[in-house]
């Protein structure tokens, strides 16, 4: 009886082994996403409402698609957590990881901050991975980052089949006072190595405060329809302009204050903050590229002061001094930035939105 009774428990621990390894996926369709700018999409994962496909150029479009700054909220009690996805292009760069491109990247509430805990590794256009197991069986509230240059076809989220999932009770990253930011590749997170290590979302998690990515990568260009469609955000707490790298003098010197205008005109007492772009690394052999940034610098500059002459209490300036340190370590190529240079940017645009009255 004694060996029936033991051979029975044997039976029934492997049984319950099998059954705490099994995995159920949940469509993350039914979990909150943050960093839209509007709900009026053509699918759920992407960046700009479908009116701006017959309005906008295409390549801004395209690049709406991308899922840079987008963010699945959701808490469960799992032992390990997984993701199924797949996504829109497969797209690949030489300068950047596959990670960054098309991985996703998976954050824990922890006593008061965002505690990183794995990226999902992509392995093509379909991907299912298995990002972190044998954990404590406590609830926890998650943050997962998306993509930073591909579409997200689909998503979902797996978890034990003995454990729960569900919508999030802390109101974290807070969404009812956005931020808006506006920019090129560097703004849409080239090169970070992940989804979480891109500015904005550094700093959606440092502010907690849904962090809106408008970063186009080659065509942060002034284009007068993403200024409307930012100006229809008449709760954005702050609105960020930093778009040089894709800009020429004469574009610079055109269409910044007509776009300055629009953000204004809708809303008038939002603090504008524009920034400088960064001296690049190896400007400092070529010399032309050192004379073309300090002239839009000094220009966009320009534009900046005679707005204050004119008034404005609420428009603001961030220099280029140190925005990535000077060492020369903190770029990819000379522009695109590493996870150093996102961290040290996060850490001056941090530092100059806390001596910013916002909402």
């Avoid at 033991?6 to 390894?21: D, E, K």
């Avoid at 954005?236 to 300055?260: G, H, Y």
């Avoid at 300036?317 to 770029?331: F, P, Q, R, V």
Wanted: net charge negative; charged share 25%; with cysteine.
């Amino acid at each position: 009886m004694n060996r029936i009774n033991t051979l029975l428990v044997g039976i029934f621990y492997i049984l319950s082994l099998q059954l705490h390894a099994q995995t159920v996926y949940y469509d993350a369709d039914q979990f909150p996403l943050v960093g839209k700018t509007s709900d009026e999409t053509e699918t759920r994962y992407e960046r700009l409402p479908a009116y701006l496909k017959e309005v906008c150029r295409p390549p801004i479009w395209n690049l709406g698609k991308n899922t840079s700054g987008l963010a699945i909220r959701f808490r469960t009690n799992s032992t390990a957590i997984s993701a199924k996805w797949e996504v829109t292009g497969d797209n690949r760069m030489n300068h950047m990881t596959e990670t960054g491109i098309k991985g996703v990247d998976l954050y824990a509430w922890e006593e008061g901050h965002w505690q990183p805990v794995k990226a999902g590794l992509p392995s093509g256009k379909v991907n299912e991975r298995t990002i972190i197991s044998d954990m404590t069986p406590q609830e926890r509230e998650y943050m997962m980052f998306l993509p930073l240059y591909d579409g997200v076809v689909s998503l979902s989220i797996g978890i034990d089949s003995t454990a729960y999932i569900k919508n999030p009770e802390l109101p974290y990253p807070d969404t009812t006072h956005p931020i808006l930011i506006y920019g090129t590749s560097i703004t849409q997170g080239g090169c970070a190595t992940r989804p979480g290590m891109s500015y904005t979302n550094i700093l959606a998690r440092r502010l907690n405060r849904e962090v809106i990515n408008l970063g186009f990568s080659g065509n942060g260009q002034l284009d007068y329809e993403i200024a409307e469609l930012m100006a229809t955000r008449r709760d954005a707490s702050m609105f960020i302009l930093d778009f040089i790298p894709n800009v020429n003098a004469t574009q610079l010197t055109e269409k910044t204050r007509p776009f300055f205008d629009i953000l204004r005109k809708a809303n008038p007492d939002t603090p504008i903050l524009f920034v400088e772009t960064v001296i690049f690394p190896h400007s400092f052999y070529d010399k032309n590229i050192y004379e073309t940034i300090t002239e839009k610098n000094r220009l966009l500059r320009e534009e900046y002061e005679k707005i204050k002459r004119e008034g404005d209490k609420n428009v603001y300036y961030l220099a280029n001094d140190g925005l990535i340190g000077s060492d020369g370590e903190a770029t990819v190529d000379g522009i695109h930035f590493t996870d150093l240079g996102f961290l040290r940017f996060a850490d001056k645009l941090y530092n100059t939105i806390q001596h910013i009255n916002i909402q």
